[in-house]
């Protein structure tokens, strides 16, 4: 067997340590990677570099352009009366390019998973609690995902505000629009009908 | 909505136009990246660095680190009778770590394609004829893809030794091992059936 080719295994290795990335995908990218033309590559590069200055925005944990400051926060448009809880960068993302919410968010930065080792406190919710505390807000949308974690996630943070004024709210589950009955899961349709809407008046 | 965070954005750009990378892994990808402790980083951007000083054997067209030399040309104990043609490196990689085949290799470094505008004189054709004449080459194993293109490639290849001494072979096709009939396709079994051996002796 032919000795191994140092340089190309170091790529694949390290690639295969991405998430959602296999071996067979590490040695397809690898391969292109070596093919492709020495400005695409400093251009990935530099992408690389320039991802790694974003910071967390100190009070929603989203991630910012250090020197443009948080986009959201600082945006006097939105609603300051409502924050949508989200467990990472990226759901905030998706909630921003569907338009619908106008409020503000906070990134949790993950979700409680004992099996895991993740506490409440490796969360940035003691920072939630605060900004609850010391501002005027009326409504908290729990966004985390419709998962065991991101349930227990929202269910602890829901008790830590039950004896406040604030209003609590989670995400409605039911069947995705464009997706079929025939085809929806048994807890899809149990979510469905649990929360069905009188259209009766 | 959200101002666009660019150097996330770039990033994200540049991941999808990578093969098999699509919007939301280029997306997961980026976020993870950003995450990422600062020696993982380093290692991938030095593993990249790393790969791109690879250069191409000029004899059999294999990736190789420039400082070692073509691993299987400069193999002895190789069988440099029997030479099996392929597409791509990493097509060698996948006989090489199968273990059954003991000769040279050559890389075509891709096939003819003619609606993508591929034509021989793109491949490495001429200089695998070189080394036929030039060399006491008694078998050629075609081993180009079992596609259109692969197939056109090795047909062309073939016409041009015809009027030759060499044995041109090609890759058995049929049923893969461990599959099923059941779920095989019409090509497949068409290939299998004619491809058919005699076990009656």
Redesign the interface.
């Known amino acids: 067997?032919?000795?191994k080719?140092?340089?190309?295994d170091?790529?694949i290795?390290?690639?295969s340590?991405?998430?959602?990335?296999g071996k067979k995908?590490a040695?397809?990218?690898?391969?292109?990677?070596?093919k492709m033309p020495?400005e695409?590559?400093r251009?990935?590069?530099?992408?690389?570099e320039?991802?790694?200055?974003?910071t967390y925005c100190p009070v929603c944990f989203n991630?910012?352009?250090a020197e443009?400051g948080c986009?959201?926060c600082n945006?006097d448009r939105r609603d300051r009366n409502v924050i949508c809880v989200v467990e990472?960068?990226?759901d905030l993302?998706a909630l921003?390019?569907s338009?619908v919410f106008h409020g503000l968010y906070h990134v949790l930065l993950g979700h409680i998973a004992h099996l895991d080792n993740v506490s409440p406190e490796d969360l940035t919710i003691k920072q939630l609690m605060g900004r609850v505390r010391q501002n005027n807000i009326k409504e908290l949308i729990l966004a985390t995902n419709p998962t065991v974690e991101g349930d227990a996630t929202a269910l602890y943070i829901q008790k830590l505000l039950e004896s406040s004024n604030i209003k609590v709210t989670r995400l409605a589950r039911g069947i995705p629009t464009g997706s079929t009955i025939e085809y929806a899961s048994k807890v899809i349709l149990a979510d469905a009908l649990q929360g069905r809407k009188n259209l009766s008046g």
Chains 1, 2 share one sequence.
Do not use: Y
């Open positions: 067997m032919m000795k080719v140092d340089g190309l170091k790529l290795t390290s690639l340590q991405m998430p959602g990335i995908t040695q397809r990218l690898a391969f292109h990677i070596v020495e695409a590559v251009g990935l590069i530099q992408a690389v320039k991802a790694r200055t974003l991630l910012n352009q443009t986009s959201i945006d990472q960068p990226s993302w921003e390019n338009g």
